[in-house]
């Protein structure tokens, strides 16, 4: 299973089924059904989430965050929060259909690739693939493209190439991986900021590095070091700024991996995006007390509910959003 964790690297420092069947949750009338997308490597499996209210409802396609996190939004380093099932969930009450998939090499898609194979790029291609999957599909009114932490990235770069209606970046980075990395690990490691600093600024220029500290083989291990050398060859600011189509930033307040001044690059670079910040929101979505290790717990309490003004902001902005044309 591939593990690069770039997400995680907070709280490694802090602590150094396929479904077969479609399944119908009475309580919300809502479907949920596997959808397959044949991909150069296989075929990936996602969860497709069908409300009953709205017909033909708009889909969201939801990109996780980086490493091995999970269509649902958990990671085996940090925990099980659920935060992207609940997503799922509360926008299928809300009558917004919804495509969850784990990226390839991880939980259901967990097919032969090697770490060493992988670049940001699969993930760019496997995304846009997703979206004009969702687009040739009659049962959608419109695409929107939801990104949570890297998978802002992903989403902004697929959501320009596949022509997607909107954009949504959940806790994105608004700086490039280098100077987040730098910021996350001056902040809980900073007897490793000087390394970090020498490794990521060889990584910059495509060079592979060995041999690596011990304390710092989960961030800049050889085998993670391609999939990094590609993602370091973009800055948020310039792909957010690149789109066309209705843009909502949104930040929490106590995110301990990215900040508001992400969200507010962001919005430098597309002056015509919304934005909204959601006082006492972290990475993962969740409302949590201003308090460090309190914050790193909530990543593993699967039952606790997203952050109240979240659905609502993001539901409005789904709504204003004009039908495609067919």
Known sequence: MLKHNLNLIIIIL???????????????????????????????????????????????????????TDKNGN??????????????????????????????????????????????????????AWIKALQSDGRFSKVIVIGHSEGSLIGAISARQANAAGFISLEGPGFPLSKILLWQISQRAPQYYDESSKILAQLEQGKTVKPINSALQPLFRPSV???????????????????????????????????????????NAAPAAKMVI???????????????????????????PLSKPLLPAIEKFIFSIPAADK
């Open 14 to 68: 802090f602590f150094m089924s396929s479904a077969s069947a479609a399944s119908i949750c009475s309580a919300t009338s809502i479907e949920e059904m596997p959808l397959q997308l044949p991909v150069s490597s296989g075929s990936l499996t996602g969860t497709l989430e069908m409300p009953s209210t709205v017909s033909p409802p708009p889909v969201a396609l939801i990109i996780a965050g980086s490493g091995p």
């Open 75 to 128: 990671n085996p380093y940090a925990g099980k929060n659920n935060c992207l099932k609940m997503l799922a969930d509360g926008l299928a009450q809300a009558g917004i259909a919804s495509l969850r998939y784990d990226k390839r090499g991880i939980g259901e898609n967990n097919f032969d690739l090697s770490e060493q194979q992988l670049t940001i790029e699969n993930y760019i291609d496997d995304a846009d």
């Open 225 to 267: 070091q391609p999939y990094l050398i590609s993602e370091l060859r973009y800055d948020p600011t310039k792909e957010v700024g690149k789109l066309k189509i209705p843009v909502l930033l949104i930040q929490g307040t106590h995110d301990l991996q990215v900040q508001v001044n992400d969200a507010k690059a962001l919005q």
């Open 278 to 304: 959601i006082k006492n929101m972290n990475h993962i979505l969740k409302t949590v007390p201003d308090d460090p290790k309190s914050n790193i717990k909530s990543y593993g309490i699967p039952d606790l």
